[in-house]
């Protein structure tokens, strides 16, 4: 078994001898392609709890390449985040951040694993001459059904040059060890996003609410309702979905779908809500609206590739029910077949099958539905900024012994 967080030794490549000095505060950069909203908590939750320990962070990072329908990119307080200009070259296939100030100056660098990011070659040479800590944050592996092989040929040969390596979830770590990662400079972060303001408001919308909402959409009270919620693409399995709530239906008249999201594939899903009145399609939903739909839900349904959606799921304590993919993100490491939610073969009849069995037995749901709130949790951002701090410090060479006169980074 890998060595959880607490566990990990504190050694840092061939700095462990020479750790950053603690009479001034150490700078650590971060290093981000782009900003994504869901990121936005957790790092101003880490920089809080960094400048406790006498750490300075700077996140950097640049406009997205181009626009893709989500509208999720956002920017970080300028006491936190550093926005440069991104140049994309080779027909948008390499990015260059324009940041040799901010890597001269810090004290650990830590950029996200990308062959494409020109800047990541640098740091990986200056990493391997002793110059400067540099760390790299990702899967371990590559999920790509379309990954080249000369492309995983480069990202094996530099991942064990860096210092240290923050990865996603667990199943990184033997895979990184096969690459020549050595175990001990693996932190495992657990990724998760800040699902806590969702999961109360969920918690804050009662029954007579819910009994209202259903009739605004022609359900009945005793009705069984599995939802989807993302975005609306091919690889979330759309057309699974829809194929396998037909069957569903046909083995359990009362069920009921409600389809909350936008995307490439919407003119599938609002054709179908026209043809079946029980199919519900919603468009993209937040806030207090998403709640509802998930406090209105049994089972969340999700028969394509897996990621962060997961959280969602646990936060308002329902299972998730996927299918064997090979391209799911690492959060799927979080389903618990049999436990929290369900993995079943890529096979639509019996797919539906299993969401049938989970709706029309209560005590089955209930028992899903606890694991699921356990879950939940269990990986928050909470969690993750306390491993992300802790695999910091073991970077920066910094044993608890460093921490009992710790200076203050915000002066």
């Known amino acids: 078994m890998p060595k959880n967080d607490a566990e990990v030794d504190i050694h840092c490549a061939d700095h462990e001898e020479t750790p950053v000095p603690r009479n001034r505060c150490a700078r ?33 990072y640049s406009e997205p390449k181009g ?39 810090a004290d650990l660098v830590i950029a996200q694993e990308a062959n494409k990011h020109l800047l990541n070659y640098l740091l990986v040479l200056v990493s391997t001459l002793g110059f400067k800590r540099i760390s790299f944050w990702g899967f371990g592996a590559n999920r790509n059904e379309n990954r080249l092989v000369f492309s995983e040929w480069i990202r094996k040969k530099i991942v064990s040059k860096v ?15 096969a690459k020549g990662v050595r175990r001990e400079r693996i932190t495992v972060v657990e990724n998760a996003v800040d699902t806590q303001e969702f999961s109360d408001l ?9 009994c209202l909402k259903k009739k605004q959409f022609g359900i009945e009270e005793a009705s069984c309702i599995g939802l989807y919620c993302g975005v609306l693409s091919p690889d979330k399995g759309i057309d699974f979905l829809l194929r396998a709530a037909v069957l569903v239906r046909q ?34 939903t937040f806030g207090r609206d998403k709640a509802m739909l998930f406090k209105m839900a049994g089972v969340v349904l999700l028969p394509g590739r897996v990621g962060l959606a997961i959280l969602d799921a646990f936060a308002a304590g329902l299972p998730l029910l996927t299918i064997q993919v090979s391209y799911h993100g690492p959060e799927i490491e979080y389903l618990e077949d049999g436990r929290n939610g369900l993995m079943v073969k890529n096979d639509v009849s019996l797919y539906a099958s299993r969401v049938v069995s989970v709706l029309s037995d209560a005590s089955l749901r209930e028992k899903f539905q606890r694991a ?18 802790n695999g910091i410090r073991a970077c920066l060479g910094w044993s608890e012994q460093h921490f009992s006169s710790v200076p203050d980074a915000a002066s």
């Open 28 to 60: 650590v950069l971060i290093i981000q392609e782009q900003m994504k909203e869901y990121r936005v908590p957790f790092f101003i939750r880490l920089s809080d709890a960094l400048q406790q320990d006498g750490i300075l962070l700077r996140v950097a």
């Open 67 to 105: 626009w893709d329908g989500r509208n999720d990119s956002c920017d970080l307080p300028s006491n936190i985040g550093r926005k440069v200009r991104g140049r994309w070259m080779l027909g948008g296939r390499v990015l260059y951040q324009p940041l040799l100030r901010e890597i001269l100056r």
């Open 163 to 177: 210092d240290w390596y923050f990865a996603y979830t667990r199943s990184a770590v033997e895979c990184l060890v």
């Open 202 to 210: 969920v918690g804050a919308i009662d029954d007579s609410e819910i």
């Open 251 to 284: 083995q359990l008249p009362s069920f009921h779908l409600l389809v909350a999201g936008g995307g490439p594939e919407h003119e599938k899903v609002s054709l179908a809500a026209s043809t079946h009145p029980w199919i519900h399609y919603l468009g993209p």
């Open 372 to 389: 699921a709130s356990d879950s939940g949790r269990r990986y928050s951002i909470d969690a993750m900024v306390s491993n992300f701090r």
